[in-house]
């Protein structure tokens, strides 16, 4: 495994050209261990592409990977649409993506995703495609560029940066940073292990007794919310709501019991409203409820934040401004879905909103520069929160670029559900498992069956491989296993 802390060369700060030469996009069907619903999705099987990317940069050729499972029902939230419409709409932006960044080329990664960015978001427009699910093209052809330039400067992604080798400027995002550097508003070392937060699912069963012998997993990883606490010594939790008063107050104490009796004093948890609600006055009225019941009294002490309770149809309007001024002793609220271009942060800051949250899927240039405004409001004496989330990432590609990401923003809570709703890496082939467990030795280990699964010590997870890995991978990933898909439809 090659240390970048110690081999890297001195840092220097010049521009490094980037063109992008060739791409291909490979895929993996893969099936969940146990239905993950959230929202109005339940999912039992999805595909996962993989986007490699060739490129000139600095004059050398390298090439990048990056991965992504295809969810359905979260980039759109269209009820009525086929889940196989909903990943043709997926793989159809990706393949947009990269046709805007084949033969592109400028004078460094960052001014060549601005490129794309604009290229894409021209795309969607004229074609009424929403910019969330849009750019989640962009952003896989984004985070191979980014690996692939992090492999020739020989660079961790932290210290590719702080450098300048990506040409990273954010007030170029956020006019509002102009002069502050980004080596100036984001920490100075990535963080060296980060707090799992563990998603109870809408449907996941909360105490192992609960579980009919039919549907008990015979994988030996934990099923149950208490297995999993007892199993990974979870203390941070994220806990989604559906919006019916009667079933939420259940359910939520039903869940606070479990949390209660079996994770640390110091547990700590956010609440996932699901875009369930149309207005602030809606959702506070049943908030107000929720926090009312004296059951949760105590509980409600450990809440972190509450993501995107409004649809994101109206979670920007400007009106709702005065309904969170009229709620002035609000818990923190931010945005996820709504989080969908480069004006969405600052549109959700001027309305009331706390923050939002990263996800690599939303773009990664967008986060940091994200990250990097709210650091310039809490410097100026705003609370502000960016929060880690993650559909159900997995290794082995998303998931250590994912970390690298929330390392290096600070990001100390961190939704990781993959390694629950996945059977580890059992689904992919032997090349690929012997690639992560080389590369990653403490985040990953061998199970009892034999395939790698993630490593949650304490609830929490070290980075210390994915913080000294060229965006965290390590390897040359083998595509050979995996189908390849045309890079053109039809």
């Not at 996009?25 to 261990?33: M, N, S, V």
């Not at 923050?355 to 690599?360: A, D, E, F, V």
Request: net charge negative; with cysteine.
């Amino acid at each position: 495994m090659l240390n970048l802390m110690h081999d890297a060369p001195p840092i220097n700060t010049s521009l490094m050209p980037a063109k992008i030469t060739g791409a291909s996009i490979h895929q993996i069907q893969l099936k969940t261990r146990m239905p993950f619903k959230y929202g109005i999705a339940t999912m039992t099987k999805v595909p996962m592409v993989f986007v490699r990317v060739e490129a000139e940069v600095d004059g050398t050729k390298a090439a990048g990977i990056s991965s992504d499972l295809l969810p359905p029902k979260w980039f759109t939230k269209v009820p009525e649409d086929p889940l196989e419409k909903e990943i043709s709409d997926m793989l159809q932006v990706i393949r947009q993506a990269l046709g805007q960044a084949l033969g592109q080329a400028a004078d460094s990664a960052f001014d060549l995703w601005q490129l794309i960015y604009a290229g894409q978001s021209r795309w969607a427009e004229a074609n009424n495609i929403p910019a969330l699910l849009a750019h989640f093209g962009t952003s896989l052809v984004e985070r191979a560029l980014i690996e692939a330039t992090c492999k020739v400067r020989n660079q961790a992604l932290g210290q590719a940066l702080l450098s300048g080798s990506l040409g990273f400027e954010p007030d170029r995002i956020h006019s509002c940073l102009e002069g502050q550097s980004a080596s100036s508003l984001l920490p100075k070392t990535p963080l060296a292990k980060v707090q799992a937060r563990h998603t109870v699912g809408l449907g996941d069963p909360l105490d192992s007794s609960q579980i009919d012998a039919d549907d008990r997993i015979d994988d030996t990883l934990p099923q149950s919310l208490d297995q999993c606490i007892q199993a990974y010594g979870l203390r941070h939790f994220k806990i989604k709501i559906n919006g019916d008063i009667e079933w939420d107050l259940d359910r939520l104490k039903n869940v606070a019991k479990c949390i209660e009796q079996h994770a640390d004093s110091d547990f700590a948890f956010s609440l996932d409203g699901n875009e369930q609600f149309q207005s602030v006055t809606a959702f506070r009225d049943h908030w107000n409820i929720l926090h009312a019941e004296p059951e949760l009294e105590t509980f409600f002490d450990h809440l972190l934040f509450i993501e995107q309770p409004l649809h994101r149809d109206v979670a920007l309007n400007e009106s709702l401004k005065s309904e969170f001024d009229q709620w002035p002793d609000r818990p923190a609220v931010i945005i996820d879905e709504s989080d969908a271009t480069l004006e969405s942060l600052p549109q959700a800051l001027a309305i009331g909103y706390a923050g939002t949250s990263h996800k690599n899927c939303k773009g990664i240039f967008k986060g940091i520069a994200n990250a990097c405004l709210l650091e310039h409001h809490r410097r100026n004496g705003t609370e502000t929160v960016m929060s880690g989330e993650d559909l159900c990432n997995v290794g082995p590609v998303a998931v250590i670029q994912d970390l690298a990401v929330m390392a290096n923003l600070g990001i100390e809570s961190v939704e990781r559900n993959g390694h629950h709703y996945m059977a580890g890496l059992s689904q992919f082939p032997e090349r690929t498992r012997e690639q992560v467990l080389n590369a990653h030795d403490g985040l990953y280990k061998t199970s009892e069956p034999g395939w790698p699964t993630l490593v949650i010590c304490n609830g929490e997870i070290d980075l210390t491989s994915v913080n000294t890995q060229a965006f965290g991978t390590g390897f040359e990933l083998d595509l050979s296993a995996f189908s390849e898909i045309p890079l053109t439809e039809g």
